[in-house]
């Protein structure tokens, strides 16, 4: 099926009319003095005709672990039990992606930059990146978009006092097989620039 253009999007957007929908998907988080968590993520890309995409992220974590005090009906154990023995352990139900708590939510714009810097490919715009982070930080990201792929780099990181100190970041985004991969770099917490989330996402059906 060809690729058709979403209805009123702004030409100057067109770069990243892949990206408009809503894509849902799991992912990891692993960075120095974090534990290692899964999480489940929703992200929505849409635009009200201007010359930008809108962007909306949250991250929730999945908690594997087994609370401290255990129901008896998750054992077959105590009162529940009959004299025949207790019942087969059952696994609790997993809870719904929107009761899963909230690790990280991002709000922000996308917009392809009319420039074209030294070193970039015919194939390739310019792209500005502008997200909001309820934790504090204000990040401006710079780089390209161009065959299913974003590469971004920080151009300015501001926080709040109360915030946590991030002094760099990098994001990759890429079109894989239909599905939107994505690896998110941070130097903060005096570590490194490393790899601190990635994720795979699939893009929803509007219902």
Do not use: C
Request: charged share 20%; net charge negative; no cysteine.
């Amino acid at each position: 099926m060809p690729f058709a253009f979403p209805e009123g999007l702004a030409p100057e957007a067109y770069p990243l009319a892949w990206l408009v929908g809503r894509w849902r998907g799991e992912g990891v988080i692993s960075y120095p003095e974090i534990d290692e968590a899964a999480f489940v993520q929703d992200v929505v890309f849409d635009h009200d005709g201007g010359p930008y995409l809108r962007y909306e992220s949250t991250i929730r974590l999945v908690e594997p672990e087994i609370p401290g005090t255990v129901p008896d009906e998750w054992t077959g154990e105590g009162e529940q039990a009959d004299a025949a023995g207790p019942a087969a352990p059952s696994t609790p139900p997993e809870p719904a992606a929107g009761e899963l708590p909230v690790w990280q939510t991002e709000t922000g714009y996308w917009r392809v930059s009319p420039d074209r810097p030294e070193g970039l490919s015919e194939s390739q715009q310019a792209l500005e990146v502008m997200l909001a982070d309820p934790a504090g930080w204000l990040t401006l990201y710079v780089g390209a978009v161009g065959n299913g792929r974003i590469d971004l780099v920080h151009d300015l990181i501001a926080r709040t006092s109360s915030s946590a100190e991030v002094t760099a970041a990098k994001r990759l985004y890429g079109l894989v097989e239909g599905d939107l991969m994505w690896v998110w770099e941070l130097a903060a917490f005096g570590n490194p620039l490393q790899s601190y989330a990635s994720a795979r996402l699939v893009r929803q059906e509007d219902s």
